[in-house]
């Protein structure tokens, strides 16, 4: 795995971006919220959501609720439930999300765009929750299609990159989860690893390319 370098990425025509933990250092805001929301269930419970979670970045909230639900506290949840405890988790997480650090460099790249690449955001979270985010950061405008949650990575990939035969091969993807790691490679374009705090020696190995952050793109 090599680190990505100005003269690398340079060379491709489309950049594949997740959100939290490549643009935004926002993980740790998504980490404290699922504390909270299953804090009263006890601090084992706690410890088995927050090790899931790091474990599968980039899945989306209403997935990992019923599974911790399922799995973790062996009782059933109903769909109204569901989404009342993941617009509970959106009511904790916007704001911070919003007022959390820029991956250095991340904001400068995507806004002056100085290599002329087409910029597409694919995140787990919900889709109408990013779209308020990006137009709250002013950096909505950096990136021709977003895509949140209930879409799917993997699929979106591969449906754009269908649309794009013309540039496959000159297309990557960024990303810090094995989520992401899975969309490039069963789409076959290079990952890129956004290394931060919680590194995945997994993810590492799998990667084609890594960068901590993006100042040296610049």
């Known amino acids: 795995m090599n680190l990505i370098t100005k003269k ?30 299953f804090n009263e269930f006890g601090e084992d419970i706690v410890t088995k959501v927050v090790n899931h ?11 990992k609720i019923s599974y911790y639900y399922s799995n973790f506290l062996k009782q059933p949840i ?23 650090e820029y991956v250095p460099g991340s904001k400068e790249y995507l806004l002056e765009n100085k290599y002329k690449q087409e910029f597409i955001l694919i995140t787990g979270t919900p889709h109408d929750e990013i779209q308020f985010i990006l137009k709250k ?20 990939v591969k449906q754009l990159l269908n649309e ?19 969309a490039a490679k069963s789409n076959n374009i290079p990952f890129v690893y956004r290394i931060d705090s919680y590194d995945n020696s997994k993810l590492m190995s799998k ?8 100042s040296n793109l610049i």
């Open 53 to 63: 979670h790091l474990e599968n970045l980039g899945v989306s909230r209403i997935k």
């Open 164 to 182: 794009r035969e013309d540039i496959k091969q000159k297309t990557i993807l960024i990303g810090d989860s094995i989520t992401d790691c899975e």
């Open 78 to 100: 109903d769909q109204n439930e569901l989404i009342s405890l993941s617009n509970d988790f959106s009511d904790l997480v916007v704001d911070s999300v919003i007022s959390s």
């Open 137 to 156: 950061l002013r950096i909505n405008e950096a990136f021709s299609k977003i895509f949140g949650s209930p879409n799917e990575k993997k699929a979106v």
């Open 207 to 214: 990667s084609d390319y890594y960068l901590k952050n993006f």
């Open 8 to 37: 690398l990425i340079r060379e491709f025509k489309l950049i594949f971006f997740d959100f939290d933990g490549v643009i935004k250092k926002s993980n740790e805001v998504k980490t404290e919220a699922f504390k909270k929301i």
